[in-house]
């Protein structure tokens, strides 16, 4: 509901003291404000998620190399994956989905912004727990260990016989804090959707990106839970005695192993669910085109949804199921493939026929549909379970899923970040500088996860500090090295355009790419109301509606 | 304008760095087959690394052909609906959906789910139904932090991280059943040319096959993250004629040879912490937790392959494990040089 | 800065849309539902599988007087809002209390059993798989309940102040969804743990 304060901060002037401007942003519950919280949080943990791989792949550079010992190397693909995926990913989706959302809805803010906020803390705590650890976790062997247990953390490797000291707890409690967080978010996000849209704005008028990240939010609450209560279960081991993953007891490793994929597989679709969202967005707008088959869309994201929870031992096909589990694991592994795949067709029907920009965004989409497609496939790959037997476990699984994530994930968010930025900030970015981010990216993202393909073909498993030369691996792994840095690089441009931009950027008006959705009918930045007066929407594409009276979309859709 | 330009060049680079990419995977295919790559998944030499690799090829067929004909449509729609420099400033067509073609491009997609999963579960069924027949050799792996111990229950024979089958004739196949065990951790049985991978988890025992068809040493590692020094659970299979195998299994049935004289070497190896890990039959010593060593020098690697089986490496191994696999859970023994000198020696009389 | 947005129609609002606090709390239940969902199965799966005893058999007695009394309470909070929404305060103070007696009857019944189990039968949480699962599920289903008591306590101190009201009874309509999960909870738990597993 709309936030009674009509004291709202002033901007720009010098009396306005540092101190009562951190305040304002510590105590806010302006569902913009926590966005771009939560998205600078993301930023910075982007840059030591990525430290740690550069430092794994310098490691990996060579056979042999003993650039770093092997406690440090696995605390450092620990680190890297939990960081990323709890707070980098997860914590930037969750900015760009309580930024938009309210906008593109026509309300003032999210349904609960006092929840809003204190899922946000919860999940900045969980991260600043987590590295704590490396100052904080005393164990037998001395001073700050971070947990090198891996980002999934089997059963018994997690029990206190064989996990000593305390870093596996910073990691049980971290994720136990900020899947709090996750949860109060999807409680905000669901609760929003569903109550507080504007007037006319009926569930099949909403954008596709409220659809999409309402999937993700559901699927949060079924998948985060069943981890909060392996988590528990872990602690309850480790300081209560516990037996849950005990095997000496009569436990059972395996349930650990289904428990967490339960979670595990969903929500790998949590994470790409709103790349699609910006996809889905961005993709018409620069085609000049409405979305292709809206409801086909929304209906193939519920199938995912539905899906995804089916799915989960595909993680699991060299444990030792029954021939009938692994099949029935494979088949739907396969099915969820046919609405990921009739998505990437709508995009393809949308683009055809249109007039493509290719502004940074679109860049980024682009590339995005490409390197999505190929994720998938190896994929479908991954879900044949005799080919898993060789490719599990292997370069070929940390190839596939860093595809998905870093090539379609992450350049989708690149993509979101270029398109909104005008609207988070009032400012255009450097158009030069976009461009330029994006092919060194491109180049390293290539260079790096093209050739990752090959070790795991050629027999090279994951989570190994170094590997024997003479087994075909060595050429592979340097070129997969050299592209981070161009990768880095990368980042490096984007971080400089959006400092640069944001201070001297060209003044970017509400609308600065002519698009249809609520958020560009409003000032750049939004004032904290949002809209002077609640919009009444009678089409998917409102503002088309008033550029177009002629042929308004609402006569067509 | 340098929209126009950018989109040819993104088509023309991403079609370049793919079809790089294909090349070199078929390349390397073909030519890091043995002995350039000892762990080429597709250069199977046991029935079930075949039947995988038979499926695999089909099935990276199907997904090859699905990527060209999607990536060229991608790549078709990005160069030919750009915008014009000549553009005239207007929308076009605001096409909001078709059914037939949503039916077309559903019904498709599923009716190629249905072919790759029928043809997975038939290899599904092929390789974990198979049940050991009569002569098949049975071996029980049980997986450590970070070695391999192999027992040969049928044949009464325990060892460590080498294990020896024999070759199996095709027309006469001689499999070997392993069931595989953990005594800590998760661990897995990679050996790609062999058989695709199988966990080793504790309390919960699992089963796998091998009919190896060429004689040879066949290399792997340990696939599943199980500590500190999980990199080097190194895998080392070698298959042998089957007189040799059984050759191998005789010596290794006999007790440690004995001389008449206790070695000074046998005694610090006695007296130290030595026998609360290791075995060696026939003498006092039969800890468990490390591997047995009666036949240590019948073994070409230690330390689960990280290392030779050389008088230095095994010297060094006994005074400071770190320096060959930091992380392993043999301690240093603290030993004087002479005492150093001496268990060595003895050591190398395990053959 | 000047705003260069777009003026939109204002039009009288006609669409019902569900109400957040209603929605907000289903979607707390469907999260806390699915954990423990995964702690019955943890339970389910377990059964049997003990190296040691003491077995469910051996020491488990069904506590059927207080889950009577806890399955009453989702009565007596039904009569309580029922009762505000009516605009009887007073009413609505009586049952509520009763509400929150009822709960804590219920815990004092588990404090007592647990008891019993820990000292007399030697069954803890660290004694076998059985006593992990058992003290687990039915130590989470227990903190669900002192949570919703705490909850219940404080908005009778609101009530005995009287700062309660009539138009308040769709708030205290939301948390007492919460408390009638918590009853469903024990069903399962109960059927689980004293029927099942026996």
């Known amino acids: ?557 | 304008m340098r929209g126009g330009k950018n989109s040819n060049t993104v088509g023309v680079l991403q079609t370049f760095v793919f079809v790089l990419s294909s090349a070199v995977i078929a390349v390397a295919a073909k030519t890091t087959a043995p002995p350039l790559s000892p762990t080429n998944i597709f250069a199977p030499a046991s029935t079930p690394a075949e039947s995988i690799f038979g499926l695999s090829i089909f099935v990276l067929a199907v997904t090859a052909a699905i990527f060209v004909v999607v990536f060229t449509l991608l790549a078709y729609s990005v160069v030919k609906f750009r915008k014009r420099k000549n553009d005239d400033g207007r929308e076009p067509p605001q096409v909001y959906g078709s059914n037939q073609v949503e039916v077309a491009w559903t019904v498709i997609p599923i009716l190629i789910v249905v072919a790759l999963f029928m043809a997975t579960a038939r290899v599904i069924a092929d390789i974990q139904k198979a049940s050991p027949p009569a002569n098949a050799i049975e071996v029980v792996a049980i997986g450590h932090q970070f070695w391999w111990e192999y027992r040969y229950p049928g044949l009464h024979v325990v060892t460590a991280n080498e294990l020896h089958v024999p070759v199996s004739d095709p027309q006469h196949p001689t499999p070997t059943f392993i069931k595989l065990l953990s005594a800590d951790t998760d661990h897995s049985f990679w050996v790609p040319r062999l058989a695709g991978k199988t966990d080793l988890i504790p309390n919960h025992p699992n089963h796998m096959w091998i009919d190896p068809h060429e004689t040879g040493l066949y290399l792997g590692q340990c696939a599943q993250y199980c500590g500190t020094q999980h990199a080097k659970m190194l895998l080392r299979v070698y298959v042998q004629p089957r007189d040799e195998f059984d050759r191998w299994i005789q010596q290794q049935r006999e007790p440690a040879s004995t001389s008449d004289v206790v070695s000074e070497g046998q005694r610090v190896f006695q007296t130290t912490a030595c026998i609360n890990c290791h075995a060696v039959a026939g003498t006092v010593a039969n800890g468990r937790f490390g591997p047995d060593l009666t036949h240590l020098m019948s073994r070409e690697t230690i330390a689960a392959g990280a290392a030779l089986n050389t008088p230095e490496n095994l010297r060094l191994w006994i005074q400071k494990p770190d320096a060959i696999k930091p992380g392993s859970l043999m301690p240093a023994m603290e030993l004087a040089d002479h005492e150093l000198d001496a268990v060595t020696a003895y050591l190398e009389t395990l053959r | 800065m000047n705003a260069t947005y777009i003026p939109m129609e204002q039009q009288p609002v006609t669409a019902q849309l569900p109400s957040r606090g209603r929605v907000g709390m289903f979607v707390l239940i469907a999260a806390e539902s699915a954990v423990f969902t995964i702690f019955v199965v943890a339970y389910i799966f377990y059964i049997g599988k003990s190296l040691t005893g003491p077995t469910p058999q051996d020491v488990l007695a069904a506590p059927i007087f207080y889950s009577i009394c806890l399955l009453s309470s989702s009565v007596t909070i039904h009569l309580a809002v029922k009762a505000l929404r009516l605009g009887n305060v007073s009413t609505f103070s009586r049952w509520w209390f009763a509400t929150i007696a009822l709960g804590g009857i219920f815990l004092y019944g588990t404090a007592t059993e647990w008891h019993r189990l820990i000292y007399t039968e030697g069954l803890s949480i660290s004694t076998n798989l059985f006593g992990t699962t058992y003290y687990s599920l039915v130590g989470l289903h227990g903190s669900h309940v002192v949570v919703g008591i705490l909850c219940l306590t404080l908005v009778l101190g609101f009530a005995l102040t009287g700062r309660v009201k009539q138009e308040h009874a769709y708030r205290v309509d939301v948390l007492s969804l919460y408390w009638h999960f918590v009853d469903a909870v024990w069903v399962v738990v109960f059927t689980v743990v004293y029927i099942l597993g026996r």
């Open chain 1, 1 to 557: 509901m709309s936030t009674d304060s009509i004291t709202w901060p002033q901007t720009g002037t010098a009396a306005h003291p540092f101190v009562d401007r951190l305040h304002e942003w510590v105590t806010t519950v302006d569902h913009k404000r926590l966005g771009i919280l939560y998205i600078i949080y993301a930023l910075v943990f982007l840059l030591i998620a990525g430290i740690e791989a550069i430092v794994i792949r310098i490691q990996l550079i060579r056979p042999h190399n003993d650039f770093v010992s092997p406690q440090v190397f696995n605390r450092m693909f620990t680190m890297h994956g939990t960081t990323m995926i709890f707070f980098v990913v997860m914590p930037v989706l969750f900015g760009f989905a309580n930024y938009l959302i309210p906008l593109m809805i026509g309300a003032r803010d999210m349904a609960f912004p006092r929840l809003n906020a204190f899922s946000f803390w919860m999940t900045a705590f969980g991260g600043l727990l987590l590295y704590f650890s490396l100052v904080g976790a005393n164990g037998l062997y001395g001073a700050g260990n971070a947990p090198d247990v891996g980002w999934f953390a089997y059963a018994p490797l997690t029990s206190p016989t064989f996990s000593v000291g305390h870093s596996t707890d910073f990691w049980t409690l971290a994720l136990l804090v900020s899947g709090f967080g996750s949860i109060g978010t999807a409680i905000n996000i669901l609760a929003t959707v569903l109550c507080m849209r504007c007037p006319g704005m009926t569930l099949a008028k909403m954008p596709l990106f409220a659809w999409l990240n309402f999937v993700m939010a559901g699927l949060v609450i079924l998948a985060v839970s069943p981890l909060t209560a392996a988590q528990i279960m872990l602690l309850v081991d480790r300081y209560l005695g516990g037996h849950f993953f005990d095997t000496q007891a009569g436990g059972s490793a395996v349930i650990w192993m289904h428990f967490f994929w339960i979670f595990g597989h969903p929500e790998v679709y949590v994470l790409v669910l709103p790349a699609f969202a910006f996809a889905s967005e961005i993709i018409p707008v620069f085609s000049r085109k409405p979305i292709f088959g809206y409801s086909v869309m929304v209906g193939a994201t519920v199938a995912i949804g539905f899906i995804s929870m089916s799915v989960w031992a595909h993680h699991m096909f060299t444990v030792g199921m029954s021939a009938s589990a692994n099949t029935f694991f494979v088949l739907s592994t396969m099915a969820i493939a046919v609405p990921t795949g009739i998505k990437i067709f709508n995009w393809l029907a949308t683009m055809w026929g249109g007039k493509i920009e290719f502004k940074t965004p679109m860049l980024f989409c682009i590339a995005f549909l490409f390197q999505f497609l190929a994720a998938g496939l190896t994929g479908v790959m991954l879900s044949v379970a005799p080919f898993n037997w060789h490719l599990g476990n292997s370069y070929f699984v940390v190839a596939h899923f860093h595809y998905v994530i870093v090539g379609g994930i992450l350049f989708s968010l690149f993509g979101a970040f270029y398109y909104w930025f005008p609207k988070m900030s009032g400012k255009m970015y450097s158009e030069t500088l976009g461009k330029l981010h994006f092919w060194l990216f491109l180049i390293g993202f290539h260079l790096t996860f093209d050739f990752m393909h090959l070790p795991g073909l050629l027999g090279m498993p994951r989570r190994i500090y170094t590997y024997e030369p003479g087994r075909g691996w060595d050429t592979w792994n340097l070129i997969v090295t050299i592209g981070v840095f161009f990768q880095a690089a990368g980042i490096l441009v984007f971080l400089g355009n959006l400092l640069w931009s944001y201070f001297r950027g060209k003044t970017a008006g509400s609308d600065p790419w002519d698009a249809w959705t609520l958020e560009w009918s409003t000032p750049s930045p939004p004032p904290e109301y949002n809209f002077s007066v609640i919009p009444t929407v009678k089409s998917r594409r409102p503002l088309w509606d008033l550029k177009h009276p002629a042929d308004p979309d609402w006569k067509f859709e």
